[in-house]
């Protein structure tokens, strides 16, 4: 495993199982499609693919390029549209599973991923539609920012991007589900302790560990 960004990218690859239309977003789940070996998952990007793959060195196409203008491969039987009609799948809710970078998550699932006081960034982009629009929502993110201060917070201090409670949040030291407005720390990333994560981490949650397959 090359870095933390590449851990956090295989273990949402696992939650993906087919048949299911996934789009990923900008960040984290760019990498996602180098660990999916399941054909009946179908990745979607909002600028205008379905049957994403990943990249192929040998073989970069510049005008082939994912929702962050990063260069992909396509899936046998892929299918290309406009920008209209596949934000037309995403609030039509034909997306069965949106996978998002974040800034900010908070114990009831409200996610921040848009905005940052005082900087001047892209802007909200798709993920708004997602989370209205998708039927599962799993975030990733790492579980501190450069400086060490907890990105899982009570609430989020940037400005939310929906209302809608996401269903899963995957860092570089743990999972987390939500259930009911509860926060459920149900995994721990190789090697990282319960100790670390309620060090680093300011929201409220439960322990609920699973048995890692």
């Given at each position: ?6 851990l956090?990218?295989?273990r ?25 070996d ?6 979607h ?9 990943p ?23 892929s ?55 998708a ?5 990733t ?14 609430e ?26 509860t ?31």
């Amino acid at each position: 495993m090359n870095n933390f960004k590449e851990l956090i990218a295989k273990r949402a690859a696992k939650e993906l199982v087919g048949p299911c239309v996934v789009n990923l977003g900008i960040g984290v789940p760019t990498l996602i499609p180098a660990y999916v070996d399941d054909e009946s998952v179908y990745l979607h990007t909002e600028n205008g693919l379905l049957g994403v793959g990943p990249a192929d060195p040998n073989n970069l196409d510049p005008n082939l390029v994912n929702a962050g203008k990063l260069p992909v491969s396509e899936q046998k039987g892929s299918a290309y549209f406009n920008s209209a009609e596949s934000f037309g799948m995403i609030r039509g809710g034909h997306v069965d599973v949106a996978v998002l970078g974040v800034l900010q998550a908070d114990e009831k699932g409200l996610i921040a991923n848009w905005s940052v006081p005082g900087q001047d960034i892209i802007g909200v982009g798709g993920a708004m539609d997602l989370l209205n629009g998708a039927k599962k929502v799993i975030c990733t993110m790492t579980h501190t920012t450069k400086n060490g201060e907890p990105k899982l917070l009570r609430e989020c201090e940037y400005p939310i991007t929906s209302t809608r409670q996401v269903d899963m949040v995957i860092t570089d030291l743990a999972v987390f589900e939500y259930k009911d407005n509860t926060m459920y720390l149900i995994e721990l990333m190789p090697g990282v302790t319960l100790e670390e994560v309620k060090e680093k981490t300011l929201a409220h949650y439960q322990v609920e560990l699973k048995e890692v397959s």
